[in-house]
């Protein structure tokens, strides 16, 4: 009801997340998804993290429980190599690494 209203300081918190061209290279460059295909992956998981931080979304504990499964944040051991590929300033594995928070 009514408008969801946002700061720049709520946005800039997860815009480079926004920024995600779908290229999928970082699953190609993730050595985790390459050992162990359950892993939900850095895309995936980048995408959860964007809208678990945008201020307006209601569902931030759902996704935090998903992101939180076996498959989810935890497997991802920060070689960085996903965010080396894609698009510069998204960085997926920053994103994963702060949902471990």
Same mark, same amino acid.
């Given at each position: ?6 700061? #720049?300081? +709520?946005?800039?918190?997860? &815009?480079?997340?926004? =920024?995600? %061209? ?11 998804? /390459?050992? %162990?295909?359950?892993?939900? /992956?850095? !895309? !995936? =998981? ?5 809208? *678990? @931080?945008? @201020?307006?979304? /209601?569902?931030? $504990? +759902? =996704? +935090?429980?998903?992101?939180? %499964?076996? $498959?989810?944040?935890?497997?991802? @051991?920060?070689?960085?190599?996903? *965010? ?7 960085? #997926?594995?920053?994103?994963? +690494?702060?949902? &471990? %928070?």
């Amino acid at each position: 009801e009514g408008e969801y209203r946002q700061t #720049p300081a +709520q946005l800039k918190r997860y &815009k480079q997340y926004t =920024l995600c %061209i779908n290229c999928m290279l970082c699953y190609a460059a993730c050595p985790e998804y /390459g050992l %162990i295909p359950k892993f939900i /992956g850095p !895309a !995936a =998981l980048a995408l959860a993290h964007r809208w *678990s @931080s945008d @201020s307006r979304d /209601g569902g931030r $504990e +759902q =996704l +935090q429980q998903e992101m939180a %499964i076996a $498959e989810g944040v935890w497997e991802c @051991s920060f070689t960085d190599a996903c *965010s080396e590929v894609g698009p510069e300033h998204v960085h #997926p594995a920053a994103a994963l +690494q702060q949902e &471990k %928070i």
